[in-house]
């Protein structure tokens, strides 16, 4: 299965998936429909939803919320909270424009009032402390002014273990909050993140609960229980 | 199952209408059409075709809206009770009803979750596949402890039911051999996590009186009747284009549409059924045509109503005729009464330091199980509550999802997220309710919704019961995680959430006396003999184990006894 665990630059067309899929069949028991098989073939979605396989990525959408100022701040507020190491860092998985296409479409009169604030927050005390807006710091810099925003800000219950989402509770959260999780969620929901930073198997065809775990493994990337 | 083959005609006179095609409508029809009756089934959702039409089945994670973070400006608008479903994301969205389309409205103080389908299928496609049959002591538990009425039928009498639904709709799981938790026909069970392995063996040793086993799901680990074992992708209500999990699409629906006797009208909202006076008989149905706003009757000869709990009780209570003035066969004055829904609370979680080293691969959609082991065989004496509940159990190895709060900026933090965090040992208890008269459902005829019905007003709450049993739950969840050898055990905060088990049942209850029941032993009205109701509002009492299988298997039962009386032309 080519398209699993990490395929650099692997890009999602639904043959390969239909392929894919079909060699998965363990025993000839698991062969994909051929009802979807048709309705993707076909190529013409009109009328019903396109199925989300067949869908352009989300950060494939244009959008142009960010001024370039702006949009240099986020990627290096990005970058600094996930940066490129051994693997992938959140510009490489372009959480930069995830952000930018969250501010846009996601959140609400009040959130982006917080995001704004949060930036002009950081811009100020990278400012007081070193000199320069944020951007402009360099990276150890940078790290600095984000921990110190994040212990202003760290009595908060979303830093409690396994504390509610910024979607699920905007009540009082503070920006750090609002900047980890969106960028979190970004990266590792990413095409770069699942695949280069955890590791991604859509069709896995069974189930072992008893395989090994070296020290330095990655996690599976998520899929919601249900 | 690709359209509907048969145009539904309100010239004919059906053999039968069932209404509504969830987890029982399918039932119903499969086995109706089955015996030759030609079916008419309703559905107020839209179509939804197995297996070409699951837009979110395999979607790749970067495919998914806001990279799956809760789209709360849409939901809050459109989706305020559905989206707070565990099932709900953007890749499900497509299967639930939009809140802004039917409001509800609530008796102050009571807060009651109330999820519903919106596609053909019903709660069939998002449902939690968790599949068990009742024990032969939920059915005498009414007339042992006198809350509500006594079951027309025991046991045994469902027993071959079962058997029968069992084989049909797939069911994994290991034989325990319990007489208070009956085993089925089941196909082999899924494997267990290597730290599941280890717990079972610690609970064998140190809290003997535990079983720990498998989930029993509806989820195939075999072939059944050209559906496929399950693949593991993980997120079952998305859809399953290989039939893996039993939905109506998948399971009962292509078999019933085999048959060539059967209709299928989506977009069809059923507003009443049709009594007459001068037979004493149901006719048919006046539905609401979704599309063209037309107003149409269908007729037949037997009406299955299986609209699902609240909804089968809000026809028959807007079904109002002189010789009902109260709702079509409610002359007992029960029906929208006794309303349930299972005492579910998320308990203690323990955390492992075992299986550090163990991972796993594929995403199995099923966790473990404790069935009941309070006041089995008579009152336990350290119980202060009666019945029981049984607890679903999963071990999860945390990822990013739960570890993104700690505290951290950069590499360190991001390593921390891209590996495995601790094993989670997280337990959720599903308990009796009883049936108390005052929850239940009333209608206010002055607000109608998108289908034209008046609104359902709910009222749910729990009782000095179920909040006893609650206790417990925490005091034996914190034992059970002791004998597993949980390293630290997360206490269950006590807080108050909403009534949002999904398992709603009541309202339209069985019994033997036709005074204080609507329906009979075969789920029959007792006021109108070829009406049945035989979804999760027949309930007389709530057991504690997940309720489809038992609908399913009342289902079945009554569509063999409606059918056998439609063979003699009685009905």
Redesign the interface.
């Known amino acids: 299965m080519a398209f699993n665990q990490g395929t650099a630059g692997m890009s ?1 067309h639904r043959r390969d ?1 239909l392929l894919a899929a079909a060699v ?1 069949a363990t025993g000839g ?8 098989a ?2 993707l073939a076909d190529g013409d979605h009109s009328g ?6 067949d ?5 494939d959408q244009a959008v142009s919320a960010f001024s370039t100022e702006k949009r240099a701040q986020v990627s290096a507020m990005a970058e ?4 490129r ?1 051994d ?1 992938p ?1 959140a510009i490489d998985a372009q959480v930069p424009k ?1 952000l930018e ?2 501010y846009d ?2 959140m ?1 009169a009040p959130e982006k009032q917080l995001f704004d604030r949060g930036l002009a927050e950081v811009d100020k005390q990278a400012q007081a402390a070193h000199g320069k807006i944020f951007s402009d710091c360099d990276a150890e810099d940078q ?1 600095a002014v ?2 110190k925003m ?1 212990e202003e800000q ?1 009595d908060h219950s ?6 509610a ?1 910024v ?2 509770n ?1 009540d009082n959260i503070p920006f750090m909050a609002l900047f ?3 960028t ?3 990266f ?4 770069v993140g ?1 695949q280069q ?2 590791r ?15 020290y ?11 | 199952m690709t359209e509907t083959m048969n145009q539904a005609s309100t010239n004919k006179t059906y053999d039968a209408i069932v209404i509504g095609s969830g987890m029982t409508g399918g039932v119903a029809a499969r086995e109706l059409t089955e015996k030759g009756m030609q079916v008419l089934m309703l559905e107020r959702g839209t179509a939804l075709n197995h297996p070409g039409e699951y837009i979110g089945e395999h979607a790749p994670n970067w495919s998914i809206p806001f990279g799956g973070l809760a789209d709360y400006q849409n939901y809050k608008k459109d989706y305020a009770v559905q989206s707070k479903s565990y099932a709900f994301d953007e890749a499900t969205k497509a299967h639930w009803i939009k809140d802004s389309d039917e409001p509800y409205l609530q008796e102050e103080g009571t807060n009651f979750e109330w999820m519903r389908g919106g596609r053909v299928g019903g709660r069939s496609l998002m449902w939690g596949r968790q599949t068990y049959r009742w024990g032969p002591h939920d059915f005498t538990a009414n007339a042992e402890d006198g809350h509500g009425v006594d079951w027309p039928i025991r046991y045994e009498d469902l027993a071959p039911w079962y058997s029968h639904v069992e084989k049909y709709i797939g069911v994994s799981g290991q034989k325990e051999g319990l007489e208070s938790f009956p085993d089925g026909e089941f196909q082999k069970p899924m494997e267990m996590y290597a730290l599941e392995k280890r717990i079972k063996r610690r609970l064998a040793r140190h809290a003997s009186d535990i079983t720990y086993t498998i989930g029993r799901s509806a989820v195939l680990t075999e072939p059944l009747e050209g559906r496929s074992p399950c693949h593991y992708c993980g997120a079952c209500p998305r859809g399953c284009s290989t039939g893996s999990y039993f939905s109506t699409q998948s399971s009962t629906l292509p078999v019933a549409m085999k048959t060539g006797n059967l209709t299928l009208r989506p977009e069809s909202a059923v507003q009443k059924i049709i009594y007459d006076s001068a037979t004493g008989k149901a006719t048919g149905v006046q539905v609401k045509d979704m599309k063209s706003g037309a107003t149409l009757v269908y007729k037949a000869r037997i009406i299955f109503l299986n609209a699902s709990t609240i909804h089968s009780a809000q026809i028959l209570l807007n079904s109002k005729s002189a010789a009902f003035p109260n709702g079509l066969a409610n002359s007992s004055g029960v029906v929208g009464r006794y309303l349930m829904d299972h005492n579910e609370h998320s308990t203690n979680m323990g955390i492992f330091f075992d299986d550090i080293d163990r991972y796993f691969s594929g995403k199995r959609p099923n966790g473990c199980y404790i069935p009941r082991f309070r006041n089995i065989g008579g009152q336990d004496e350290d119980t202060d509550f009666l019945r029981g509940y049984g607890i679903q159990c999963n071990v999860v190895r945390l990822d990013h999802r739960f570890t993104m709060h700690q505290k951290g900026i950069g590499a360190d933090y991001k390593d921390a997220l891209r590996k495995p965090g601790p094993w989670v040992f997280a337990m959720s208890a599903f308990g009796e309710c009883l049936p108390y008269q005052e929850n239940g459902i009333s209608l206010d005829e002055s607000r109608r919704d998108a289908f034209g019905m008046p609104l359902v007003k709910i009222r749910m709450e729990f009782g000095e019961n179920e909040h006893k049993m609650r206790g417990d739950v925490t005091r034996q969840a914190d034992r059970i995680l002791k004998a597993a050898g949980a390293v630290a055990i997360i206490p269950d905060d006590g807080s108050e959430k909403p009534i949002s088990a999904i398992h709603e049942m009541g309202t339209v209850r069985m019994g033997k006396d036709a005074k204080t029941s609507a329906l009979n032993g075969w789920n029959q009205s007792h006021d109108i003999p070829n009406l049945f109701v035989t979804d999760g509002a027949a309930m007389a009492s709530s057991g504690n184990v997940n309720p489809s299988l038992t609908y399913m298997a009342l289902t079945a039962r009554a569509a063999d006894y409606a059918a056998k009386l439609w063979k003699k032309g009685v009905l």
Do not use: C
């Open positions: 999602f998936f998965t028991a698991i062969m994909y429909s051929k009802g979807l048709a309705m019903h939803d396109m199925p989300m396989m869908r352009p990525a989300f950060i600094t909270l996930l940066p190491t693997t860092g995830f296409l969250l479409q996601w609400a790290k984000l921990e994040e760290g979303w830093f409690n273990f396994g504390g989402s979607a699920d905007q980890k999780e969106i979190v969620v970004g590792f929901m990413s095409e699942a930073v955890l991604y198997d859509m069709m896995p065809g069974a189930f072992d609960g008893d395989t090994s775990l070296g330095d493994d990655s996690s599976w990337a998520a899929v919601p229980f249900m």
